[in-house]
Each structure stands twice: as structure tokens, then as C-alpha cells.
Nanobody, 126 residues
Framework: QVQLVESGGGLVQTGGSLRLSCAASGRTSSSYAMGWFRQALGKEREFVARISLSGGATYYSDSVKGRFTISRDNAKKTVALQMSSLKPEDTALYYC???????????????????WGQGTQVTVSS
């Protein structure tokens, strides 16, 4: 089992920046690919970014590419999402997720992940 706890959310103005963090505990987090998803009020949860086991490969949704950066520190068992040039449409509950190596599903979909955090709220005011 892996437990994930997100932090760093808050209220920010348009154009501002926030850094989200996800702390993992339980089974070693370095064995898992990691991802960030978000869910706006009344909408489905959507993929934001993912990072490979080693951190050498990253992938972003078109809506955040060039503005968000995902990174990980396996020694500290953390994954971060640096968000800049924030827009009101980035407002959502942001979730951290972990994917075990046995899970071969698409890493841009919810089924590609086995463990989820409780989420941290990001609100971007216009």
C-alpha cells in the first residue's frame, strides 16, 4: 500500500504561481510512476502531468504544457508540480497518483494509477 498526501494548494491571482507537493509513505515510492490529475467542480477528473520511475521522462496535457513542471525526489519520496502563469480555468482539486509497475494501463487515464491522494484545492482568481 502507498499513502499519498498532497499539499501546497491555495488561492492565487491570474498569472501567479503555486507549487504543489505530494508526499508518499508506505511501500517505496521509487517503485511507482507518478501523476497529477485535477477535477474542477462539476467536471470529470482529468490528466495533468506524469513522470516516470526515474524522473527522466515527463508528459503533460496540452492545457498545461509550457506552464507546469512535474518533478520527483525519490530519496525524499516526494513529487512536485510547479505551476506558473496560472489561469482561472486551472481552478480545481488537484490529485497526486501512483502507478505500480504491474499496471500497464495508459498513464494519462485514471485506470493507469493504483493509489490516490485526497487532493489539494487550487483556486485562481481573475
Amino acid at each position: 500500500q502507498v499513502q499519498l498526501v498532497e499539499s501546497g494548494g491555495g488561492l492565487v491571482q491570474t498569472g501567479g504561481s503555486l507549487r504543489l507537493s505530494c508526499a508518499a509513505s508506505g511501500r517505496t515510492s521509487s517503485s511507482y510512476a507518478m501523476g497529477w490529475f485535477r477535477q474542477a467542480l462539476g467536471k470529470e477528473r482529468e490528466f495533468v502531468a506524469r513522470i516516470s520511475l526515474s524522473g527522466g521522462a515527463t508528459y503533460y496535457s496540452d492545457s498545461v504544457k509550457g506552464r507546469f513542471t512535474i518533478s520527483r525526489d525519490n530519496a525524499k519520496k516526494t513529487v512536485a508540480l510547479q505551476m506558473s502563469s496560472l489561469k482561472p480555468e486551472d481552478t480545481a482539486l488537484y490529485y497526486c497518483a501512483a502507478a505500480s509497475w504491474q499496471n500497464s494501463a495508459d498513464r494519462t487515464t485514471l485506470s493507469g494509477y493504483d493509489y490516490w491522494g485526497q487532493g489539494t484545492q487550487v483556486t485562481v482568481s481573475s
